[in-house]
């Protein structure tokens, strides 16, 4: 029974911060490497940042470079998004997501196997 909980969202105002944790548990965290995704309303859910299991390797949503930045914490099974200068686009539901098999980057939805439950990011004008 893999389990991800979320955590951080909330309002801000726009060009504020914000930072989103993931706490894994159920299996070895250290074995999957792990994205976010967000989905707004009427759209489908996209990508947004993935990082591999050492936390040595990036990738990011042209959207949100220089902006966001995905790291993570294997001592404490946690990933976390930091999320700087926002944008009333980046408005979402936040998730995070866990890809065990074939543990390496990665950006389309299809290939994460666990989920979280999402958390409410809202940016305003």
């Known amino acids: 029974q893999v389990q991800l909980i979320e955590s951080g969202g909330g309002l801000v105002q726009a060009g504020g911060s914000l930072r989103l944790s993931c706490v894994v548990s159920?299996?070895?965290?250290?074995?999957?490497?792990m994205g976010w995704f967000r989905q707004a309303p009427g759209k489908q859910r996209e990508f947004v940042a993935t990082?591999?299991?050492?936390?040595?390797?990036?990738s990011y949503a042209d959207s949100v470079k220089g902006r966001f930045a995905i790291s993570r914490d294997n001592a404490q099974n946690t990933v976390y998004l930091q999320m700087n200068s926002l944008k009333p686009e980046d408005t979402a539901v936040y998730y995070c997501?866990?890809?065990?098999?074939?543990?390496?980057?990665?950006?389309?939805?299809?290939?994460?196997?666990?989920w979280g439950q999402g958390t409410q990011v809202t940016v305003s004008s």
């Open positions: 990082i591999n299991r050492s936390g040595g390797s990036t």
């Open positions: 159920g299996r070895t965290f250290s074995d999957a490497s």
């Open positions: 997501a866990a890809k065990f098999r074939f543990p390496v980057l990665a950006v389309v939805v299809n290939q994460y196997d666990y």
